[in-house]
Each structure stands twice: as C-alpha cells, then as structure tokens.
C-alpha cells in the first residue's frame, strides 16, 4: 500500500510558474514509477508525465511537452512537477499516481493521491 498526497497548486497568472510535490508514505517508494495526471471539469483524466523507478526515462503529454518537468527525490520519497509557462487550459485538479509499471494509461496506476488545484487565470 502506497499513499500519495499532493501539495503545491494555487492560483496563478499565464506565463506563471508552479511547483507540485507528492509525498509518498507505505511500501517502498523506490519500487514505483510515479506520474502526474490531470483533469478539468467535465474533462477525462489525462496523462501528463511520468518517471521511472530511478528518474529516467521520463515520458511527458503532448500538451505539457517542453514546458513542465518530472522529477523524483527517493531519498526523501518525493515526486516533484515543475510547471512553466502556465496557459489557462492547465487549468484542473493536479493527481499523482504510483505504479509498478511505467506506464502512461490511468487503468495502470493502483494508487492516487487526492488531488491538487491548479487554477491558471489570463
């Protein structure tokens, strides 16, 4: 059992920066691929990057590409979302998931943290 609890969303301007953090409680954190979905209202979940066990590869959405950055801290069993160049369609509730695949399909990922709002104003 993992348990995942996101911090880190606010409101923002457009051309903002954020920077999400997930910290990870239970089985060992090390054992896990660990991703970022979101999701916007009336919206499915979308991926938006994950990292592997030992912080490469990595993997980024289409949409996100070039503009945020996933990265891990296994010693202090953190994943991390570097958020820039914030547009207002970014706009949605943060999630972190933690798998024992790397993989970018929600149906993979057994554990969820609760979710982190990020708002992105023009």
């Known amino acids: 059992q993992v348990q995942l609890v996101e911090s880190g969303g606010g409101l923002v301007q457009a051309g903002g920066s954020l920077r999400l953090s997930c910290a990870a409680s239970?089985?060992?954190?090390?054992?896990?691929?660990m991703a970022w979905f979101r999701q916007a209202p009336g919206k499915e979940r979308e991926f938006v990057g994950v990292i592997s066990w030992g912080g490469r590869p990595t993997l980024y959405g289409d949409s996100v590409k070039g503009r945020f950055t996933i990265s891990r801290d296994n010693a202090k069993n953190t994943v991390y979302l570097q958020m820039n160049s914030l547009k207002p369609e970014d706009t949605a509730v943060y999630y972190c998931?933690?798998?024992?695949?790397?993989?970018?399909?929600?149906?993979?990922?057994?554990?969820w943290g609760q979710g982190t709002q990020v708002t992105v104003s023009s």
């Open positions: 998931a933690a798998s024992g695949q790397f993989r970018i399909e929600v149906q993979w990922y057994a554990y």
């Open positions: 239970g089985r060992s954190f090390s054992n896990y691929a």
